[in-house]
């Protein structure tokens, strides 16, 4: 079946820096975005950043420069380097799979590590 399992998650200092890891399996992961979302405490969920199939990526303005998303297909892992990280980056953080072959979409979670910045 399918599963994704983030890992990595913690308390740090800010202006630490985390590296989140979330293995895939069950699906062919080398054709599926992968992505990484987070929802901090009364928020709603938001995208934080994103990789293609084809290695390009995207990243939400509050965390340019600052995040970098990158995947390892031999792993089936998608990672997410988490630098000078702010105390409004706490929030719980999930891996997400996509694949739109039309007409079938497919949609996969991960159950979310949580990142607490806090001195």
């Known amino acids: 079946q399918v599963q994704l399992a983030e890992s990595g998650g913690g308390l740090v200092q800010p202006g630490g820096s985390l590296r989140l890891s979330c293995r895939a399996s069950g699906f062919t992961f080398s054709s599926y975005a992968m992505s990484w979302y987070r929802q901090g405490p009364g928020k709603q969920r938001e995208s934080v950043a994103a990789i293609t199939s084809g290695g390009s990526t995207n990243y939400a303005d509050s965390v340019k420069g600052r995040f970098t998303i990158s995947r390892d297909n031999a792993k089936n892992t998608v990672f997410l380097q988490m630098n000078s990280l702010e105390p409004e980056d706490s929030a719980v953080y999930y891996c997400?799979?996509?694949?739109?072959?039309?007409?079938?979409?497919?949609?996969?979670w991960g159950q979310g590590t949580q990142v607490t910045v806090s001195s």
């Open positions: 997400n799979a996509l694949k739109t072959q039309w007409p079938d979409r497919y949609n996969y």
